[in-house]
């Protein structure tokens, strides 16, 4: 089946999604990138990170989590609960992704991206930040195929997922010197889940996404080898605010 851009009526409407098409010099079609934002935001930030990558021969998807935050918060989880921290108040990261792994398993790769656009595993690829990268890393577990690779910004693996064992999808893990949930077992809970785990640790402390050049650089690195390209994908100076 040839490659064909996917639309948004390959997926259920229920799906809150945009797509973003590649540099209209792009050569060939060969990529998917899903862009999974984090806890209590929106896939509208996402979108901004998609056409500020530009990156070459990839069309990328900003998913929008599926259920709103309660009591008027705005924004949306990945989780099938929500739960507090009894300590410090503040929302719980790992709650399941049941409803989640359903949705970008069968819904967005299976049914929509492989069988009506005519994709391949190898070539669908995830960047998440925070809860937005545990449920990339969920959907991945439920999978024996290989995906492209997984781009992880403070996301450890699931709880729920640590069954898992020799998977041969490649991840990318990034986080703060300090303050992260990036800590010495999560990195360990992913290695005995994943075959291939590269662990970047950044100056900064906390988890947030990159805002340099030299913060940005180990996931263009990431994509260079990972991205399908007759091109080549450039190690540019991509900021990300």
């Given at each position: 089946?040839p490659?064909?851009?996917?639309?948004?009526?390959d997926?259920p409407?229920?799906?809150?999604?945009?797509?973003?098409?590649?540099?209209p010099?792009?050569p060939?079609?060969t990529?998917?990138l899903?862009?999974l934002h984090?806890?209590g935001?929106t896939?509208?930030?996402?979108?901004?990170?998609?056409?500020?990558l530009?990156l070459?021969?990839?069309?990328?998807i900003?998913?929008?989590?599926?259920t709103p935050?309660p009591?008027e918060?705005?924004?949306?989880?990945?989780?099938?609960?929500?739960q507090?921290d009894?300590?410090?108040?503040s929302?719980?990261?790992?709650?399941?992704?049941?409803?989640?792994?359903?949705?970008?398993?069968?819904d967005?790769?299976e049914?929509?991206l492989?069988?009506?656009?005519?994709?391949k595993?190898?070539?669908?690829?995830?960047l998440?930040?925070g809860?937005?990268?545990?449920?990339?890393?969920?959907?991945?577990?439920?999978m024996t195929e290989e995906?492209g690779g997984?781009i992880?910004i403070?996301?450890?693996?699931?709880?729920?997922?640590k069954?898992a064992k020799?998977?041969?999808t490649?991840?990318?893990?990034?986080?703060?010197?300090?303050?992260?949930?990036?800590?010495?077992?999560a990195?360990?809970n992913v290695?005995a889940?994943f075959?291939n785990?590269e662990?970047h640790?950044?100056?900064?402390?906390g988890?947030s996404m990159?805002?340099?050049?030299?913060e940005m650089?180990p996931?263009?690195?990431?994509?260079?080898?990972?991205?399908?390209?007759?091109?080549?994908v450039?190690?540019?100076s991509?900021?990300i605010?």
């Amino acid at each position: 089946m040839p490659y064909r851009l996917p639309t948004q009526s390959d997926f259920p409407h229920s799906i809150h999604l945009t797509i973003t098409l590649p540099p209209p010099t792009s050569p060939q079609l060969t990529n998917i990138l899903i862009l999974l934002h984090g806890l209590g935001d929106t896939s509208a930030s996402f979108t901004t990170l998609g056409r500020q990558l530009a990156l070459p021969e990839t069309t990328c998807i900003s998913l929008q989590a599926p259920t709103p935050l309660p009591f008027e918060l705005g924004g949306f989880h990945w989780g099938d609960d929500i739960q507090f921290d009894q300590g410090t108040g503040s929302m719980e990261f790992d709650t399941g992704f049941t409803k989640t792994i359903k949705i970008i398993k069968e819904d967005i790769i299976e049914k929509g991206l492989v069988s009506k656009c005519g994709y391949k595993h190898r070539e669908i690829m995830f960047l998440g930040f925070g809860q937005g990268a545990m449920a990339a890393i969920a959907a991945a577990t439920s999978m024996t195929e290989e995906l492209g690779g997984i781009i992880s910004i403070g996301g450890p693996i699931p709880a729920s997922c640590k069954h898992a064992k020799g998977l041969t999808t490649p991840i990318l893990v990034l986080g703060g010197s300090s303050n992260t949930l990036i800590t010495r077992t999560a990195l360990t809970n992913v290695k005995a889940s994943f075959q291939n785990v590269e662990y970047h640790k950044w100056s900064k402390a906390g988890d947030s996404m990159p805002q340099s050049r030299e913060e940005m650089l180990p996931i263009m690195r990431f994509f260079a080898r990972r991205l399908k390209s007759r091109k080549g994908v450039p190690e540019g100076s991509v900021e990300i605010s």
